[in-house]
């Protein structure tokens, strides 16, 4: 009885340790997947790969270092001027202006002056075309008259157009969200509080985007400044001759007429107004003056009986005087 009692316990106990063990070495020889089965494990581990193995290649190929992708993002602004001469300014001014328009660009800008007998005939235009049409541009030109000077300068502002465009993203996502917040308010204190914040960040942005447009706009169109001068010297009628001068001369003396009379014409109410103050101021003082010599007659008058009364003897000595 006792050896059957002692199988029975050998057996129970070797039962146990078979069905614990392989629990055991499973539970070790297993991960902690932390929540996540086994079977996802590995695809989601082969993703994360895979979305890093990406965001390597984008970093590479965004790389400011790499030569393909320094000329893929590059902003560039550029700007220039170039002086032509030609026989008529005027006629390749429209020829410019055609050519501009025809390559998808547009006139600013545009400024001329007829040909006159002291001065030749000139044209000056602000000329905006794509960037990539510079150089067709610049051949055009070459064509059209003799360009006696080109400056031609480049502004790299890729630092500038990337940074705008990060900020116009935050922001956008900003306001965004506010947006969300405003569907979302409780009371009326935190509404009122998310449309101040967004009206806020919505100015920003647009200001941001207003920026951008403008910067963008620098960059995609170049602006060239075109100069046309004449190749002559002198007027078309050559050197000014006497007869010229003498002419120029009246024309001064006309011109200086007719101002002197329109200043006359401006000033002749003043003019009048002050003739009558002078008038009557002249009055006033003449009726002062006639009745200065009676007043000084009588103070003399008086002054010499006064001297006779104080020196009776030197009266009574001229007497006997004049009786001899």
Known sequence: ????????????????????????????????WGGVSPEQAPGGDAESSA???????????????LPGAAVEDRAVIVTGSVEMRAGEPLRVADAVSDAAEARGGTIDRRAEGASTDFE??????????????????????????????LDLGEEVVTNQVRDLEVRVNAS?????????????AADTETLLEVEAQLTQRTSELESLLSQQRALDELVSMSTI???????????????????????????????????????LGQSMPALVVLAVIGLIAWLVLRRIMQRMPSRTEGGRAAAAQGAAIVNPVADRAAAPTSER
């Not at 965001?55 to 790389?63: K, Q, S």
């Not at 400044?225 to 010297?233: A, C, G, K, L, N």
């Not at 120029?248 to 009379?261: E, I, M, R, S, V």
């Open 172 to 184: 956008r996502a900003s306001v965004e969200r506010l947006t969300e917040l405003l569907t979302t």
């Open 51 to 65: 979305q890093d193995a990406g965001a390597g290649d984008t970093g590479a190929a965004g790389a400011p270092g």
């Open 225 to 263: 400044e075109v100069r046309i001068s004449s190749t002559t010297v002198e007027g078309p009628t050559g050197t000014p001759s006497f007869w010229d001068g003498l002419v120029a001369g009246w024309q001064g003396c006309l011109a200086w007429g007719a101002t002197f009379l329109y200043g």
């Open 1 to 32: 009885m006792a050896g059957i009692v002692i199988a029975g316990t050998v057996l129970l106990a070797g039962c146990t340790a078979t069905g614990g063990g392989p629990g055991v070495a499973e539970s070790a020889s297993s991960p902690d």
């Open 120 to 149: 030749p005939a000139w044209a000056i235009l602000t000329v905006r075309v794509p960037a990539a049409e510079v150089e067709a541009m610049l051949d055009t030109l070459r064509g059209l008259a003799d360009v006696t000077t």
